[in-house]
């Protein structure tokens, strides 16, 4: 047996649950480009300063965010999860054994992929849409919307056996421990 497979393991596992936790507590933020005690907990932990207020204004005015934790901020915290993730499987020998080294090239390209298919299935659910039958339909009077109208849930669906995030759509098992979605 592989003499690192628990650190293997326990890696995997964290990576998985720690990746959604971060892109669900970014979506959970009511506010386009806002700010939450979640939110502010999650950049606290990972070390990422806040961007300002005014840049929070220059954000939300600047793009078509309709919720979310600002893009900026989402990608460094990725990019110190990713950080953090191959310092730690750096710190265990690559394994001789076929099915714990292939474990082992799963995790590190999936640190390597993390934070652009992050950042990209996050931006697709807090960016608006920009084609040209959505800006036409945007252009026409319509009777505004009430609050209960306009709320949209937006979640990064997650594996219920180890936590890991599904980030594209069409794909049936996690990236993380292979279990079907």
């Not at 497979?5 to 990576?15: F, V």
């Not at 026409?140 to 009430?146: D, I, L, S, V």
Request: contains cysteine; glycine residues 4%; hydrophobic residues 45%.
């Amino acid at each position: 047996m592989y003499q690192d497979q628990a650190r293997l393991d326990s890696i995997m596992s964290w990576l998985a649950r720690t990746h959604g936790s971060v892109l669900n507590t970014a979506l959970a933020v009511d506010q386009p480009a806002g700010m939450t005690p979640e939110w502010k907990a999650v950049l606290d932990a990972f070390g990422v300063a806040p961007i300002s207020d005014q840049e929070r204004a220059e954000t939300v005015r600047m793009s078509t965010m309709t919720r979310g934790a600002p893009v900026m901020e989402v990608q460094l915290v990725l990019s110190a999860l990713a950080r953090n993730g191959t310092a730690a499987l750096e710190q265990i020998e690559w394994p001789d054994d076929a099915v714990p080294r292939a474990q082992w090239d799963r995790l590190r390209t999936r640190l390597m992929d993390l934070v652009p298919d992050s950042l990209a299935a996050y931006k697709a659910l807090v960016l608006a849409k920009r084609s040209m039958f959505a800006m036409a339909k945007a252009s026409m009077k319509q009777p505004t919307a009430t609050p209960a109208q306009q709320a949209t849930i937006s979640v990064i669906l997650t594996c219920r056996n180890c936590g890991g995030p599904r980030l594209t759509d069409g794909k049936f098992t996690c990236d993380y421990c292979g279990t079907a979605f």
